[in-house]
Every structure is written in C-alpha cells, then in structure tokens.
C-alpha cells in the first residue's frame, strides 16, 4: 500500500484584521443582487489611503464555486432564514449543468427530490408550450415523438411534469432567476488564494477565506461546491487524488490496471514508424510498458494522474444555427494520427449524439479516439496533475483541451483519411450558434470529472455503492444511482499494442444511500465546513456519486447541515440526527 497525496501541516495562525475605524462601504458592482444587501449583513473594510482596497464581508455561510451544488446549497440556506454569499472565479453559475451536460447522469428519476427535482421540473415548465421563441428548430410534438429515453426516465415525463434534457442556455436561465428571485449575492471572478492565509482557522474552525483579488469572506459555516476542492485543499482537509490500492478499502475496481473491456484498439500499430518501436510512440500514447506487466500497473495506487476531461459540446443539426468548425491554435493533423489509425482499422470512434430540444445534442466521447482528451490533465514535466496545479498551469490545461478537441473535429471534417460515413456524420453538425454566446460557441466550463476527494468523516466505497444497506438510522445525505464510471487515465503500449488504463464502467443493481458522514470532514481538520462535491469517497466509489443531479442533492443536504451546526452551535459532524432527517424530508429530499 502506497501513502496516500501527503496533505499539509501547517499551523493556521489568526490573520490580523484590520482596525473597525477603516469600515466603510466599498464598490459592490460585481455583486450581481445589489437588492440582497440590507439581509446580508455585507460589511466592507477599507485598508488607509495609498495602498490597495482590501474588502471584507460577512454571511452566516459562506459557499465557494459555481456548480449546482453551490446554486442549491445557497438557495437551501436562504430558505432556512440565513444570509449566504456565494464566491466563485466563473462567471456564469451552474457548472456542467450550464455547460452542455443536458443528458442528465442518474439512471433512477425517482431518487432526485428537493431543489434538484425542482429544476427538472422547471426545464419541463419552459419547454411546456407550443411557443415558437422556445420551440424555434422544431415543435414540442416533433420532440416527443423521437421517444427518447434518457438516463432517469423518459426525456419528457408527461405523467410526472419533469424533463430530463435541456438545452444548456435554459439551464442557465432557470438557476440565474433562482439565484435573482432569492437575492443572492455572487462574487463571480474571485478565486480563492490557495497560498497560506487563503483560509484562516481557529483550531478546527474556519473563520474566513480570502480571495486573490484581496476580498476576506467571513462565515459561520463554509461550503466547498467547486469541482477542484481548493478551499477544502487551502483549509488543510484531508484529500486523495488518483486512485486507490486493491487493498486500501477491498474494492475489485480500484487501482491501476489495462482494460480488457471497454474501447480496444484491435489492429492499431502504436508506433510512429509502423512495427518500428525505435521511432516512438504516437501522440496520445505515454508509455510502453513491460510484459509481464510491473506491479504498478496491478491494482497498485497512484496519487497523481486523474480520468480524463473533456468538453461536453452542444452542436447543432438545424444548418441555421450551426457554425462551422474551425482549425484551432497550433493544429498539426500528425498530433491525430492516432485517430486515423483507429478509423482506418476499422474501428468506431466519434461522438455522442444524445438529442436535446431545438435539434441540438449533448456530445461527450465516443470511442477509442474522441473528445476525451487522455492524458490532457496531467503536466509531465512538473507531475502535476489538474487538481494540483497553479491557476496559470490549469488555465493552460484548460486551452490544451480546448484546441485538442477543436482539433479532433476539423481532422473528422476534414482529413481525406477520415472515411466518408464518419465524415459524413461530423458534416451533420456544428456549434449551435445560440449557445454560449459571449465564448464564440463553446462551452464556459471544461468537464472537470474528478479532482481531490475529501478524507473525511465516512470514505464511500465500491461496498458502499453495490451493497446498499448500510445506513439504517445514520443522517443521510441523499441518494446516488449512476453506474460506477470512471474514464481512461493514459493511453499505453504493451508488445506492439494498444491499451487504456484506469476505465471502468459497472452498472449498479439499485439506488444506494450517501451518509452524511460522506460529505462532512474528520472532526480534527473542520468542525464548520461542509462538501457536496469533493465529497470523501474511493476513486471507485466517486465514479457513481460524482454526477451533477446528486451534487444537486448533496448542496442542499450540506445546506442543511451547516444552518443545523449554527442553530444547534454544534460542529457539522454533530448535529442531531431526528432534526437533520426531519428537515430533510420537509425539503422535500428522497431518502431510500
Ligand atoms: C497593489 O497591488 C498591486 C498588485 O498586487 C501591486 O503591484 C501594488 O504594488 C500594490 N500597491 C500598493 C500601494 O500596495
Ligand atoms: C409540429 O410540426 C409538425 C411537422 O412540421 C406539424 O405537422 C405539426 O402540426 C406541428 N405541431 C405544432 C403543435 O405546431
Ligand atoms: C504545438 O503542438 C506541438 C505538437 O503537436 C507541441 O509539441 C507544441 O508544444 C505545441 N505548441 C504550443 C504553443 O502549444
């Protein structure tokens, strides 16, 4: 058994705060609900004349980042009668949900309640009418006659008024009015200074965070909703990254493998030069690795590497609302020749096609070759993954991912090596015009599908996920239902072939319940944070729990239990049991 990512040690100590005289009112122009002012208790601090303007501000409960988890979360704590601010570095709120994820990941509609229900059934509401501004590229009838089957249900679930698949810009204008009918303040562009002093802490208590732009934001209790776990990471919370040993929690998916499932690459020759091992390996391929496989690659930990990211793309099949795909920077055809490869042997690899409303889809990968950029999470130079990484180094991530995937679809629409039915089913589509908007098409948000996982109070587990029983009479936090799923890690060659590492995908026999422990850290490192999204879980047990509709669920959750640990002055990981479950139902949350 290998250790785990080492977290950090260091003593927090009281950051100074500045003297009270200095309190004045500051520029609010980028809190977006100037109205939500008079209940939260905002108070400003100005530094003296001369230097920059630090600000300061104060809510009951802090929440960090812009995922659905965050937008429920904030909207459960004003429903309980609390002030709360969110702070995130995006700039539009709703994470995957806003960014093209419209093929909603749950695969029982059944086990989502709360807020999360509610917002199916609002994108069911807005897509209720024969109106031509919502129904523009095609009628509501037109839809529902394809018969489509989503994930939790039918697309359009006449019998329970709920819809599953969504455009991204009606996601966006549904938690946007949310967010305004509730007067909730968002500090939008503020990243969380991940350096010491970021988060200040008495002991196991989180007094405030501060951002790089030098705004303190102080709080009772604080969420971490954001899809990286900084503030969780900042705030000295135990966290893994990457996978864990056969032998940590006894999981059989766990650890480093090759897939014998899953994609192959059956008749692909690894090799710049084919069969000439000495001309190196294609891009896209990291390693060669011995045969017998080392003890590494058997089930062994690895706490650095993460399951690739990609962007979940909204295209469209209506040719008036399609732009056309366009070479990105630094676009060579050779960084995919792979992928020719792949096609040339035969092989199925493109995207998926998942229908939303208006003739535009949700696309993610498909195939051996697709929008998964393998390995585009990771620096091999300085071994740092996505999650480890500075701003500057994720941000150039991000732009590797952003060209690759541009990359991948002007070689489908273009190379004379792409063969004519795959070109001819990339020729159907482009970005949908009227999407995205102010980034020229694409996506806000790259699909961050794992970053740290906390280490905290319960470690959800493989066991936890296919033998549900386990919590009978604990808190429960809501209700996981997706299959176990993680994607490949890194492409490797073995022999003069082809291999992923680190895929799986294992269907579940039925829902499973996610304790609260799941979602609250070890008493010692907080006793006033809580994490709907990092949550504490194995790699494996993650790949079920991580899917947007339960973040939904868990923000909520989390809400509650932060607004209990004020009312109750109790440490999160202690509040009462009949209460918090009491509470639970009354929000309307699905429990088993
Ligand atoms: C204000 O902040 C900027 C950027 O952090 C820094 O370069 C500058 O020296 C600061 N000015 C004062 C007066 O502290
Ligand atoms: C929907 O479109 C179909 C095909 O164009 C048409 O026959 C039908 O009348 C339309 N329905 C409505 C309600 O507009
Ligand atoms: C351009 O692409 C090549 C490989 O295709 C890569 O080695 C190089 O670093 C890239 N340059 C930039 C600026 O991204």
């Known amino acids: 058994m290998t250790s ?8 927090w100590s009281w950051r100074p705060q500045i003297p009270s005289f200095f309190l004045l009112l500051c520029s609010l122009s980028y809190i977006i609900s100037i109205s939500s002012l008079s209940q939260a208790s905002a108070e400003s601090i100005a530094a003296p004349a001369g230097s920059n303007i630090t600000t300061s501000f104060q809510y009951d409960i802090i929440v960090y980042g812009s995922t659905p988890a965050a937008i429920t979360a904030a909207l459960q704590v004003k429903q309980m009668g609390k002030t709360v601010a969110i702070v995130c570095p995006e700039a539009v709120l709703g994470g995957l949900t806003t960014s093209g994820l419209g093929w ?106 501060t951002t790089v732009s030098g705004k303190t934001f102080k709080g009772a209790q604080f969420i971490d909703a954001g899809y990286e776990g900084d503030l969780m990471a900042t705030a000295n919370i135990q966290y893994r990254v990457g996978r864990d040993s056969h032998g940590d929690y006894g999981e059989k998916l766990a650890g480093v493998f090759l897939e014998t499932t899953g994609d192959t690459y059956d008749g692909v020759d690894p090799y710049v030069k084919r069969g000439d091992e000495s001309s190196g390996l294609l891009h896209g391929i990291e390693d060669s690795v011995a045969s017998p496989l080392p003890m590494d690659f058997t089930g062994a930990s690895d706490s650095i590497r993460l399951q690739s990211f990609n962007y979940r793309l909204c295209l469209s099949k209506e ?64 071994k740092l993954t996505y999650s480890e990484a500075s701003y500057a180094q994720r941000e150039a991530m991000i732009k590797r991912h952003k060209d690759y995937q541009m990359g991948y679809l002007y070689t489908m629409a273009h190379s004379s090596r792409i063969p004519e039915e795959h070109r001819q089913f990339v020729a159907q589509y482009g970005l949908a015009k009227d999407e995205f908007v102010s980034n020229e098409n694409w996506p806000y948000q790259l699909y961050i599908r794992e970053a740290r996982r906390m280490q905290g109070q319960h ?130 949350q699905r429990l088993g």
């Open 4 to 11: 785990p990512k080492p977290h950090r040690t260091q003593r």
């Open 104 to 209: 909603t990941d749950s695969k029982d509609g059944n086990v989502i309640g709360g807020l999360a229900r509610k917002f199916y059934q609002d994108v069911f509401t807005h897509y209720d009418t024969d109106s031509k501004t919502v129904w523009k590229h095609e009628n509501r009838t037109e839809y529902l006659d394809m018969h489509i089957e989503a994930q939790p249900g039918p697309a359009i679930d006449e019998g329970n008024k709920i819809q599953w698949t969504f455009e991204p810009r009606v996601a966006e204008t549904i938690f946007a009015k949310w967010i305004t009918d509730a007067n909730i303040p968002v500090y939008s562009g503020e990243q969380i200074n991940r350096d010491k002093g970021g988060v200040t802490k008495a002991g196991p208590t989180i007094t405030s965070i």
């Open 319 to 382: 040719p008036k609302n399609a732009v056309p795909f366009t070479k990105p920077d630094n676009y060579s055809e050779s960084t995919y020749e792979l992928l020719l490869r792949v096609l040339e042997a035969g092989h199925k690899s493109t995207f998926s096609d998942q229908a939303m409303p208006n003739k535009k889809t949700d696309s993610n990968s498909d195939g051996p070759f697709s929008f998964d950029f393998v390995g585009g999470n990771f620096d091999a130079e300085t």
């Open 459 to 588: 470690i959800l587990t493989q066991n936890d996920v296919q033998n549900a029983a386990g919590y009978i009479g604990g808190k429960v936090a809501g209700m996981g239902s997706y299959s176990i799923d993680s994607h490949v890690v890194r492409r490797v060659a073995q022999e003069g072939k082809i291999y992923n590492e680190g895929g799986f995908y294992v269907m579940n026999s039925k829902p499973y319940a996610i304790p609260y422990g799941a979602i609250v850290p070890k008493k010692q490192d907080a006793t006033n944070f809580l994490n709907p999204v990092t949550v504490s879980a194995s790699h494996v047990g993650f790949g079920s729990i991580r899917m947007e509709p339960t973040y939904m669920v868990l923000g909520q959750s989390a809400a509650i239990g932060a607004v209990h640990a004020i009312e109750q002055g109790r440490a999160v990981q202690d509040v009462d049991q009949k209460k918090f479950m009491a509470a639970m139902k009354s929000a309307g």
